[in-house]
Each structure stands twice: as structure tokens, then as C-alpha cells.
């Protein structure tokens, strides 16, 4: 997939607004734009949504989690959820929203890297006309929900901050410098915990284990910082990586790609 599509066809409308999208079909797609500074206050649907980036990058707020989604990257979002949207540019994605009834969907909140085949039958969607064949319209509707289903979560957003003073004060050391190394032992001491407590109480209050969060916000960090266009060796000195390669190869496991800027 790549965001020449958008250069083929008229420009969508900027700024679309979900009330104007109906709901006579179980799959409902559309393309839009967002302008620079573009906010979208915390609201919810009450049907369940995805969007991905074509061009341009978005910060997605939901459940104490921000989402950068960057082109070829999608949310999926189910119905009810509450959450915001931020353009620091302008920005183009594609969209639909699916009716309640039809399955599968994902119960919570998903980020996956949107596939050359879904990236197709979103765009074969929104050529869709009102009356369509039925047949085809279920069928095309069945691929791109099982796509859906079955794309891994690449989970790149910033992990969850936790509730208690003591591991609170650690993340927000780790945020201002997530260059600094996992040592188990000193954050313990730090939140005047053994080792065993720490960890425990971490993953209750975040859903992750220390290790897994300090990853997560690294990510969080490499994808904002690829966004701004830092050079991948500056990005991996940030990020306390040993060299260029040794990111790229822990980029490559979580998100199925090599980053690129």
C-alpha cells in the first residue's frame, strides 16, 4: 500500500464528521483529510471504527494510551470506546465503521499494520455504490473483517502509566530519559520495594511487565521521532541501543518492518 492512491482520484472532503456517515450497510468506508492543528475533542461512536494513515501522521488518545499512527498503521476502535485525535500536519486516511451485528470484531482496542489486501478492500468499499450487488457486498464485507481479525496487534503506542506514586515516579524518569537501562533492582529500591513486589504490582498496574513497558515507550518514542524525520543513528543513540542495527532489528520484531525515515 502506499498514499499514490490519493493522487489518482478527487481529494476526499477535510475534516469528515462521523454523524454524517450512514448506516445502511454493514461495512460503511470513506476517505478523509485533517488539516494542520486538526483536534478532534474525546467522543465515542456507537458503532465500532478503523483508520488508517495514508499520508501524513496522527496521534490517537484512548483508554490512557496514545497511538501514533503513521501511514500504513491503523486503530481499530470498538464501539462505545471513548477517544481524541491529533494532527501536528496535514494528514489523509482511509476509514470505515462497522454495523454491530456483523462479525468478527475485535472487543478492544487493536494497532496493526494494515495490509496490501485490506488496504484493497477498504478502497473497493468506498467505491461502493448505494444498491450494489448483495452478494458481492456480504462477501467483500466477510474479507475485510476476517483481515481485521486476523492482522497481529503491533502495538505501537505508549504503554499505560501507573497508579501508585512510587512506580508513577520511575515511568516519568524513564519518559524524560528512555535511553536509561533496565535495572530491575535499582527501580525496586527506588519504590521502596523488593524486586518480586515491584514487578508484580507493575504489571497489575499497567499490564505489563517492566520490561515490556520500557520497550513499549522506546517504541513510542522511535515512531514520534521518525515522524519528526531524526536520522535512524540518532534515534538508536536516544534510545540506548548500540548501533543503527541492534533498533532496527527490535523495530523489525514488533512491527513486522524496518523503520524508515
Known amino acids: 500500500m502506499n498514499a499514490q492512491n490519493l493522487a489518482d482520484r478527487s481529494l476526499p472532503p477535510v ?6 456517515i450512514g448506516a445502511d450497510r454493514a461495512i460503511h468506508a470513506f476517505a478523509g483529510r485533517q488539516s494542520a492543528g486538526y483536534y478532534d475533542p474525546p467522543h465515542q461512536h456507537d458503532r465500532g471504527q478503523f483508520s488508517y494513515r495514508t499520508e501524513g501522521f496522527a496521534t490517537v488518545k484512548v483508554e490512557g494510551r496514545s497511538i501514533l499512527l503513521s501511514p500504513g498503521r ?3 476502535i470498538p464501539a ?10 496535514p494528514a489523509a486516511y482511509n ?6 451485528a456483523a462479525h468478527p ?19 473497493d468499499a468506498m467505491l461502493e455504490q448505494p444498491g450494489a450487488n448483495g452478494e458481492r457486498q456480504t462477501f467483500v464485507t466477510g474479507l475485510i473483517l476476517d483481515e481485521l481479525a486476523r492482522s497481529p496487534d503491533v502495538a505501537a503506542m505508549a504503554p499505560v502509566m501507573p497508579r501508585s506514586a512510587g512506580l508513577r515516579q520511575i515511568c516519568d524518569q524513564l519518559s524524560h530519559d528512555p535511553a536509561r537501562p533496565l535495572d530491575l533492582n535499582a527501580w ?3 519504590a521502596g520495594m523488593s524486586r518480586r513486589t ?5 504489571r497489575e498496574e499497567t499490564g505489563l511487565s517492566p520490561g515490556e513497558w520500557h520497550q513499549q515507550l522506546r517504541m513510542h518514542f522511535a515512531e ?14 536516544r534510545l540506548g541501543y548500540s548501533s543503527t542495527a541492534s533498533f532496527s532489528r527490535v523495530y523489525c520484531r514488533i512491527f513486522g518492518t524496518l523503520p524508515a525515515v
Open 198 to 202: 515491584f514487578t508484580r504490582t507493575f
Open 74 to 76: 491503523g486503530v481499530w
Open 224 to 237: 514520534t521521532w521518525m515522524a519528526q524525520g531524526v536520522p535512524l543513528p540518532k534515534i538508536a543513540l
Open 105 to 123: 470484531q475485535p472487543a478492544e482496542v487493536r494497532v496493526i499494520a494494515v495490509s496490501p489486501l485490506l488496504h484493497a478492500l477498504v478502497e
Open 95 to 100: 476509514a470505515f465503521y462497522v454495523d454491530g
Open 15 to 20: 475534516e469528515i464528521s462521523s454523524a454524517n
Open 80 to 89: 462505545g470506546v471513548v477517544h481524541a485525535v491529533t494532527c501536528r500536519g
Open 188 to 190: 525496586a529500591a527506588t
